[in-house]
C-alpha cells in the first residue's frame, strides 16, 4: 500500500508547507488552539513528547552540577528596566498586569518574558562570598511574549522553556560555561532529537539584548528556512553591575561576579516536526516518542490473537514505550493513524504470523519491514528503534548537505537566496554594514558565524575587503 | 549535646508560632522573597521537595490513567464570565492584563487563578462523542490569585499546583472520579508526607466556587490550626451547560458531560514544615527528603577518614539520595545545618568509627544515635529510614488525637475555641444559619463533615434541633 493512500488527512509540503505543519500539529493532536489569540493548548500527546524532552534534558543538567529553582511570573517595572539593553530589548514584546482584583496596582507586572533580572535580584541577597559562588541554576515554566504573528510550538505568545541562570567569581568561568551548555544543547539536538546542528556565534547584530555574547544551535527545516533551536549568552559583568550584585573575593575585596543565561523551548517540537515529518505527518525520533512501538492485531476477532498480542505488549513493556490498540477501528485506520502520530515502530500481528511464531515490524521513517520470530523481540525492537533513531539523523544530515550552499560574491549570493531554500555560506569583514546591506538585498539574515569555519575566499562578498569569518545566511523562522 | 545549642537561628515554637515558621522557611533555605510584594522565590532546596512532591503524586496520577497537558496561561474576561458562581467567587482575586507592549488589549485577560473555563473551552472542541469519554487531564503549572496577606507556601500571590480537570458521560462515574483522586490525596498525605489527614465533604458554604460537592482532607498544624490541604470537585454538568459542552450519547442523543476538578499546590511544603518541625527547624520525611542521608566525617584532617568516608557515600547512593559534607566547615557546625534543614538521617564517621569498621547513625526526628557495622549499612540505613518516616506519621497523629476536641454544646464549643487549640468536632443540624452562627460565635470555620462521622449526640450543638451531621472545626489557615 503505498503511503500517501494511508493518510489522507495531511497536506502535502509541496503543496504548501506552512499548511502541511499546522495539520501535522492539529492532527496528530500535538496542539489545540486557544481562545487567547496566539496561544495554544498543548494536548496530551504533545505535552508527552515535551515531558520526554524535559526529562532528559534536566537529567544532562544536573549531571553537570545544576538545581532546578522557581522565579515569581511577574517583573516590577522598575526591576526590568534596570538593564538598559534588556529592557530596550523586551519591552515592547511584554504583557502588562495593571490591576489586582478591582484594584489599580502602584506600578505595573510584566509578565516574564525571560527571568535575567529577577535572578539577579536574587542573586544580590544571597551572594556574599566567593564561598557562595558558582551558583548554577536553571528554571522549567513559561514565558510570554506579545509576538504579532504567531504559529504553534515556532512563535507563540506563551511558550514553555527552561532558562538556565549562572553566576561565577571569573569571566574565564563564566565563558566555560557558556561553551558547556552549547555543547549540551548541540549533544541534546543530535543524539536526542536526532536533529544535525550548526553550532555557532551570533554577530554582534544578532546578540541577545544585554549579552557580551551569544553562542547558537541552528538546524535546518524540511523547506530550507534555518531555525534557531538554542541560545547560550555570556553577559561579562554587565548584569551584575546594572544590579549591584557583588562579592567578596579571596583577597577580600569587594567586586562583580560574571553571568550567564541558556534557554531552550517548546520550539524544539516545532524543530522535531519540520525536521523529520513527512507528508504523511509527523515522524518522531525513538529517544522522544511517547509510544516506540504500537502493536496492531490483525483480524483480532480470530480466536488467539488478542491473547497473543497481550503476551507480545508484556514482552516489550520492559524494553520500549508500547501500546496495544485493541480497538474496534479497522488496522487500516490504525496503521495510518499512528504513522500520522509518527509512531517509529508498528508491530502487525495475525493469525498466519502466530501460527509462524513471528510478526511483522514497519519502520516509520523508511517504510521497511522485516519478519522477526517472537522469541526475539526484546532484542530486535531495541535494535530497530536504534536504527530508526540513527536512520532519522543521517538523513537530516544528508539533506542539510544537499541544502547548503557556498557564495562567492554579492551576486551568486543574490541568485541562491532568490532561487534556493537552505543555508548559505559566505564570507564577511565583520562589519555591520555589510551584514545589514547583505540581508537588505538578499532578504536572509545571518545565522551564526561557526564554529567550524572554513575559507571559501579571503575576501567579504558584499564589500571585497579582507575576509575575517565565514557566516551562516539562512531565511528565520 | 542538647538539641537546643545545635540550631540558634530558629525562634522557638512558643516563643512565636508565626516568626519560627518564617525563620524555618528562610534558613533552612527554602524560599526567598521576592520583589514583588506577596511572591516568592522557590530555592533549590525547597524547589528539590516540590520535584519530589511532583514526580511521586504525577505517577499515582498516571497509574490511574491520568495525561498530562498544558493550557494558556490566560483567560480572556468574557471566557472567566460563562459561570456565574465560578466568576463571582474568582474575579476579586485575579491579576489582569491590561497591555501587550504598547497596545492596549481588547479584551482584558486575567491570568489563571484556575483553569475550569479554559479546560471547558478546550473540551467542546475535542469531544463529541461518548467515544471520546472519559478525559482524564492533568497539569502541573503556577496561578495567580491575589492575596491581601500572604505567608510562604501558605498563601502567596503566585504559587505552584497541579489541576486535574476529567470529563466523564455519567454523573456516577464523574462522582467516582471525584471521589477516587480525594483518596489519592489521603494516600499521597499520609504515606508519602507522612501526614494524617480528615477526609471528608465541605459544606455547601466552604465549598468551591461553581461546584455541587467539594472534598477535602483537612490536616492539623504544631499550633492546633487546620490547614486544607488537597480538594476534590464534583461540578455535575453546571459548567458542561455553560460551556454547551454536549456528546452524542450510545442512544444517539445530544446529552451534557460530567465534570470534576481536583487539586494540591506548594502548599503542601508548608504543611510539612507545621506538621513535622520542630525548634531545631525543619524536619522531612524520607520519602521527599532530598538528602535523605548525610555523612558528616570526624576529623577528616585524620588519615583514612575522607576515603572511608567517600566509600561509604558510594556504596549509600544505591540505597538512598546521600550527602557526603566534605566541607571545611567544622562538624559541629554540619550538625547544626543539616539539623535546621531536616536532613532525615545524619551518618558520623571519625577515626575510632574506622577501627572498629562502624559509624553512628542519628535520627533527626527523636535525636535517636545508633553504632552500625560498615557491612551493614546497605541494609540498616532504609530500615531506619523507613523507621523515620513510621515515625513521624505516629507522632504527628498522636499530636492530632491530643488535640481533638468533641464539643457537645455551645457554651463547651466557645470555651475550646477559646482555650484550646486543634479540631473541634460538633453536631450540626445541617443549617446554613448555624454554621454561621457557630462560626461568629466562636471565631472557627467548619473544615468538614468527615467520613467517619460519629454520633456524639442527637442534637445541633447551636440549635439543638436534630444533628444531621458531625462536623470537624479549626482555625484556618
Redesign the interface.
Known amino acids: 500500500m503505498a503511503k500517501e493512500k494511508l493518510v489522507k488527512a495531511i497536506t502535502s509540503m509541496d503543496e504548501d508547507f506552512a499548511k502541511w505543519y499546522t495539520d501535522v500539529c492539529i492532527k496528530a493532536e500535538l496542539i489545540?488552539y486557544?481562545?487567547?489569540k496566539g496561544?495554544?493548548?498543548?494536548?496530551?500527546y504533545g505535552?508527552?513528547i515535551?515531558?520526554l524532552i524535559q526529562s532528559q534534558m534536566d537529567k544532562m543538567f544536573k549531571d553537570t552540577g545544576h538545581?532546578?529553582?522557581?522565579?515569581?511570573?511577574?517583573?516590577?517595572e522598575s526591576?526590568l528596566q534596570k538593564e538598559k539593553d534588556h529592557v530596550e530589548g523586551f519591552?515592547?514584546?511584554?504583557?502588562?498586569?495593571?490591576?489586582?482584583?478591582?484594584e489599580e496596582l502602584e506600578e505595573r507586572?510584566c509578565?516574564r518574558p525571560t527571568s535575567e533580572t529577577?535572578f539577579c535580584?536574587?542573586f544580590k541577597?544571597?551572594v556574599h562570598s566567593y564561598r557562595d559562588l558558582p551558583k548554577l541554576?536553571n528554571q522549567w515554566?513559561?514565558v510570554?511574549r506579545?509576538e504579532k504573528t504567531t504559529r504553534p510550538f515556532l512563535r507563540s505568545?506563551?511558550f514553555?522553556w527552561q532558562e538556565g541562570h549562572t553566576l561565577h567569581s571569573t569571566a574565564e568561568e563564566a565563558k566555560l560555561e557558556t561553551e558547556r551548555m552549547h555543547k549540551i544543547y548541540a549533544d541534546f539536538a543530535e543524539n536526542v532529537l536526532a536533529m544535525p546542528v550548526v553550532m555557532g556565534k551570533k554577530t554582534d547584530k544578532e546578540r541577545f539584548a544585554g549579552a557580551e555574547a551569544t553562542y547558537t544551535i541552528e538546524a535546518l527545516m524540511h523547506d530550507g528556512k534555518a531555525l534557531q533551536s538554542g541560545t547560550s549568552h555570556y553577559f561579562g559583568d554587565g548584569f551584575s553591575k546594572a544590579f549591584d550584585v557583588t562579592f567578596m573575593d579571596k583577597e577580600n575585596k569587594l567586586v562583580h561576579p560574571f553571568q550567564t543565561s541558556w534557554g531552550t523551548t517548546t520550539r524544539l517540537i516545532g524543530a522535531v516536526i519540520m525536521t523529520h515529518g513527512d507528508d504523511s505527518g509527523l515522524v518522531l525520533p525513538p529517544a522522544i516518542a511517547p509510544i516506540q512501538t504500537v502493536i496492531v492485531p490483525i483480524a483480532s476477532h480470530k480466536e488467539g490473537v488478542l491473547p497473543k498480542a497481550n503476551e507480545v505488549y508484556t514482552k516489550l513493556k520492559s524494553v520500549c514505550r508500547v501500546k496495544l490498540d485493541d480497538s474496534e477501528q479497522s488496522p487500516g485506520w490504525k496503521f495510518a493513524e499512528y504513522e500520522m502520530k509518527g509512531v517509529p515502530l508498528r508491530l502487525e500481528l495475525g493469525p498466519r504470523d502466530i501460527e509462524n511464531n513471528c510478526c511483522v515490524l514497519v519502520r516509520r521513517d523508511n517504510g521497511e519491514k522485516v519478519t522477526v520470530s517472537l522469541d526475539e523481540l526484546e532484542t530486535k525492537v531495541p535494535e530497530l528503534l536504534k536504527a530508526v533513531q540513527d536512520g532519522l539523523y543521517n538523513k537530516a544530515l544528508a539533506r542539510r548537505a544537499e541544502m547548503t550552499y557556498d557564495a562567492h560574491d554579492m551576486d551568486e549570493m543574490i541568485d541562491i537566496a532568490n532561487n534556493k531554500a537552505g543555508f548559505i555560506r559566505a564570507m564577511w569583514c565583520g562589519d555591520r554594514e555589510c551584514e545589514d546591506k547583505l540581508k537588505e538585498m538578499t532578504g536572509v539574515t545571518s545565522r551564526c558565524i561557526p564554529f567550524d569555519e572554513e575559507n571559501l575566499s579571503d575576501k567579504c562578498v558584499c564589500c571585497g575587503k579582507p575576509a575575517k569569518h565565514m557566516l551562516y545566511w539562512g531565511k528565520a523562522y
Chains 1, 2 share one sequence.
Not at 519591552?91 to 478591582?102: C, D, I, K, M, N
Request: aromatic content about 14%.
Open positions: 489545540d486557544a481562545s487567547v496561544c495554544m493548548i498543548i494536548r496530551p505535552y508527552a515535551w515531558e538545581e532546578n529553582v522557581y522565579m515569581p511570573l511577574f517583573i516590577p526591576l519591552a515592547p514584546e511584554v504583557a502588562w498586569v495593571t490591576h489586582g482584583g478591582s507586572l509578565v529577577l535580584d536574587h541577597n544571597i541554576y515554566c513559561s510570554v506579545w505568545r506563551e514553555l
